[in-house]
């Protein structure tokens, strides 16, 4: 017995129902636009993951900044 249930998701850009099929090579977007649209988000850093600070690296900050009058060599 075969199971013919398609699983749709939502596209991430316009959220329209979209099949998750080997058919679809644009998945989990509805169609190439909607895949560049995206890429063009991350591209511009409109997107961006959340990071947390940590007392750590409060501490060391003073350590990365860069004296102009220190040599490295």
């Known amino acids: 017995m075969l199971n013919n249930d398609i699983t749709l998701v939502s596209c991430p850009?316009?959220?329209?129902?979209?099949?998750?099929?080997?058919?679809n090579p644009d998945r989990p977007f509805c169609s190439s636009r909607c895949k560049l649209i995206d890429l063009g988000a991350w591209a511009s850093e409109?997107?961006?993951?959340?990071?947390?600070?940590s007392e750590?690296?409060?501490i060391f900050s003073d350590d990365?900044?860069?004296d102009p009058n220190k040599s490295f060599l």
């Open 13 to 23: 850009t316009c959220q329209t129902k979209t099949a998750w099929t080997k058919e």
């Open 46 to 53: 409109s997107y961006s993951i959340p990071q947390q600070t």
């Open 56 to 58: 750590e690296d409060e």
């Open 64 to 66: 990365l900044n860069v």
